[in-house]
Nanobody
Framework: VQLQASGGGLVQAGGSLRLSCAAS????????MGWFRQAPGKEREFVSS????????YYADSVKGRFTISRDNAKNTVYLQMNSLGPEDTAIYYC???????????????????WGQGTQVTVSS
């Protein structure tokens, strides 16, 4: 699976951005999709994941209530709507996918099968 992330940019604190990740390849390999981020000097961390039928969604505590993950299977695209952004959200955001029907702890630990290039999100205070 090839993943292409887009939608990053510079935004002021309190603002919003929507990231997109378009997938191509075997549909069976993109059942679970999700987002991770890596801030300067920090390890990559889980942000959110979603199952193939959108029935299961997980969020990191740090983004609950502010970020919403969704997907359009007709377009093989997953989205991350980010609201109430703060400087702590500044990072490179990566999308990932794997074949499990339901997002697993392994996936949330960063062990997804496929990864896209990152998109930079910068939030100014």
């Amino acid at each position: 699976v090839q993943l292409q992330a887009s939608g990053g940019g510079l935004v002021q604190a309190g603002g919003s951005l929507r990231l997109s990740c378009a997938a191509s390849g075997s549909v069976a390999d993109m059942n679970t999709m999700g987002w991770f981020r890596q801030a300067p000097g920090k390890e990559r961390e889980f942000v959110s994941s979603i199952s193939g039928n959108s029935g299961f969604r997980y969020y990191a505590d740090s983004v609950k209530g502010r970020f919403t993950i969704s997907r359009d299977n007709a377009k093989n695209t997953v989205y991350l709507q980010m609201n109430s952004l703060g400087p702590e959200d500044t990072a490179i955001y990566y999308c990932a996918a794997d074949r499990n029907l339901i997002p697993t702890a392994t996936f949330r630990a960063g062990q997804g099968d496929s990864w896209g290039q990152g998109t930079q999100v910068t939030v100014s205070s």
